[in-house]
């Protein structure tokens, strides 16, 4: 049996977000196992956001009373924040997005539309988010471009044999996720990475269920696009973030016209912008990227390095735990492989009603598809159930899921 070990002060962690103190019905407390959907958000984040209303709401850039400057200071350190986190070489060549779905179709639409062309090849895997399938068949529809995939084994990975078979057809990118949002496989993105490089690919990683949960540096993995959500990791809903190498941000053309992203207006004509803001047109999300900034000061007073360790020791102990209940089969990697995902089924149940029961309990978990079709097709499921951990979950709630699920086989029972 794995034991809960003192990485982190976790009672200490808990009492940082208020949510965690709600009952979701009367006398049942909020058992909260959804993070991969969104994260939960700190007091600092909450305050933060609420000082920038409070103190010196303005529109930033270019204005130059007291509180646009403010602002401006805000929004952009927030910017240098990001930066840091995944050690981007500057700051411009972090793009504030709605998030990461935005990311990826900003280079879609402007990278793709620019630089690929009829019959050329993008490398995708069986285990991507909609989110990082759709842009692409949009994009491959309209410049019929061809689309190949890496597939996914049995017990969850990705076959590196596989991809370095298609790695001959010269592919110009290869978009792959660095965590599976299902099967919580933590991809080789390094390797991935290179190989794309040895064959004149750029390589693109979605870090939605990454970049919050342990460290990613763009300058190791040698990422030409990182791509990732402010709401997976503590911080608001409604802004992400694009990370791409200064060169290939230069050469793309704007993603929309209008506000920040010009530099000169003509009636016929305009002249763009500087990274960043030639991607940034309009009023941005000035709040939530001041958030951003506050829960990304949150995750590293933590300890990203600490948050990873502690997500390790969960995901382990649940699989262990759900492995004990008969009937649960659980999909994906061993523990050694995985991040704080486990999607499961039980026997004769289905997910959505799973769900249903353990919400009546408390527990918080998502049941469907998980914006994954393909993957849950590829393993003959129409849905599983997913029971997801952060920072803030204990081994004591891993005990109450199991719990919760024999309950639901003792409803469901013949």
């Given at each position: 049996m794995i034991i809960q070990t003192e990485v982190l002060d976790i009672q200490r962690v808990r009492a940082d977000f208020p949510i965690l103190t709600r009952e979701v019905h009367p006398g049942v407390p909020l058992v909260y196992l959804d993070s991969t959907a969104t994260s939960q958000k700190p007091e600092v984040v909450i305050q933060a956001m609420d000082q920038f209303y409070r103190q010196?709401?303005?529109?930033?850039?270019?204005?130059?009373?007291?509180?646009?400057?403010?602002?401006?200071a805000g929004y952009e350190a927030a910017r240098g924040k990001v930066a840091k986190f995944i050690n981007a070489p500057s700051a411009r060549q972090v793009i504030f997005t709605r998030n990461a779905t935005e990311s990826i179709n900003l280079v879609a639409y402007s990278w793709g539309r620019a630089f690929l062309s009829h019959g050329d090849v993008i490398l995708l895997t069986e285990m991507e988010h909609h989110s990082n399938l759709v842009p692409w068949q949009m994009l491959a529809a309209e410049k019929k471009l061809r689309l190949e995939f890496i597939p996914v084994t049995e017990d969850g990975l990705l076959d590196l044999e596989v991809y370095r078979n298609l790695l001959e057809l010269q592919p110009?990118?290869?978009?792959?996720?660095?965590?599976?949002?299902?099967?919580?496989?933590?991809?080789?993105?390094?390797?991935?990475?290179?190989?794309?490089?040895?064959?004149?690919?750029?390589?693109?990683?979605?870090g939605a269920q990454s970049v919050p949960h342990f460290a990613v540096d763009v300058t190791d993995l040698d990422a030409d696009f990182l791509v990732f959500s402010a709401h997976k990791m503590c911080g608001p809903t409604g802004i992400g973030a694009l990370y791409g190498r200064k060169e290939l941000l230069d050469a793309m053309p704007p993603f929309m016209g209008g506000g920040d992203m010009i530099k000169r207006v003509f009636l016929r004509s305009f002249a763009p912008n500087e990274l960043p803001h030639k991607f940034e047109a309009g009023t941005p999300a000035i709040a939530e990227a001041i958030g951003f900034g506050a829960a990304i000061d949150y995750l590293q007073s933590v300890?990203?390095?600490?948050?990873?360790?502690?997500?390790q020791q969960i995901v382990a102990y649940a699989l262990e735990r759900l492995e004990e209940v008969p009937g649960v089969k659980v999909f994906g990697p061993t523990a050694e492989h995985r991040g704080g995902v486990t999607s499961f089924t039980?026997?004769?149940?289905?997910?959505?009603?799973?769900?249903?029961?353990?919400d009546e309990q408390g527990i918080a978990i998502r049941a469907g598809h998980h914006c994954a079709m393909p993957l849950h097709e590829k393993f003959g499921l129409p849905a599983t159930a997913r029971a997801s951990f952060y920072l803030y979950n204990t081994n004591s709630e891993v005990d109450q899921l199991v719990e919760a699920i024999y309950k639901v086989k003792h409803v469901f029972r013949d």
């Amino acid at each position: 049996m794995i034991i809960q070990t003192e990485v982190l002060d976790i009672q200490r962690v808990r009492a940082d977000f208020p949510i965690l103190t709600r009952e979701v019905h009367p006398g049942v407390p909020l058992v909260y196992l959804d993070s991969t959907a969104t994260s939960q958000k700190p007091e600092v984040v909450i305050q933060a956001m609420d000082q920038f209303y409070r103190q010196m709401n303005a529109n930033i850039h270019r204005g130059i009373h007291v509180l646009a400057e403010e602002s401006t200071a805000g929004y952009e350190a927030a910017r240098g924040k990001v930066a840091k986190f995944i050690n981007a070489p500057s700051a411009r060549q972090v793009i504030f997005t709605r998030n990461a779905t935005e990311s990826i179709n900003l280079v879609a639409y402007s990278w793709g539309r620019a630089f690929l062309s009829h019959g050329d090849v993008i490398l995708l895997t069986e285990m991507e988010h909609h989110s990082n399938l759709v842009p692409w068949q949009m994009l491959a529809a309209e410049k019929k471009l061809r689309l190949e995939f890496i597939p996914v084994t049995e017990d969850g990975l990705l076959d590196l044999e596989v991809y370095r078979n298609l790695l001959e057809l010269q592919p110009r990118l290869v978009a792959f996720t660095h965590m599976s949002n299902v099967l919580g496989t933590i991809n080789p993105a390094k390797e991935i990475i290179r190989l794309a490089h040895q064959a004149g690919a750029l390589a693109l990683v979605d870090g939605a269920q990454s970049v919050p949960h342990f460290a990613v540096d763009v300058t190791d993995l040698d990422a030409d696009f990182l791509v990732f959500s402010a709401h997976k990791m503590c911080g608001p809903t409604g802004i992400g973030a694009l990370y791409g190498r200064k060169e290939l941000l230069d050469a793309m053309p704007p993603f929309m016209g209008g506000g920040d992203m010009i530099k000169r207006v003509f009636l016929r004509s305009f002249a763009p912008n500087e990274l960043p803001h030639k991607f940034e047109a309009g009023t941005p999300a000035i709040a939530e990227a001041i958030g951003f900034g506050a829960a990304i000061d949150y995750l590293q007073s933590v300890g990203i390095e600490k948050i990873a360790m502690h997500e390790q020791q969960i995901v382990a102990y649940a699989l262990e735990r759900l492995e004990e209940v008969p009937g649960v089969k659980v999909f994906g990697p061993t523990a050694e492989h995985r991040g704080g995902v486990t999607s499961f089924t039980l026997d004769g149940v289905h997910p959505h009603d799973i769900s249903q029961i353990l919400d009546e309990q408390g527990i918080a978990i998502r049941a469907g598809h998980h914006c994954a079709m393909p993957l849950h097709e590829k393993f003959g499921l129409p849905a599983t159930a997913r029971a997801s951990f952060y920072l803030y979950n204990t081994n004591s709630e891993v005990d109450q899921l199991v719990e919760a699920i024999y309950k639901v086989k003792h409803v469901f029972r013949d």
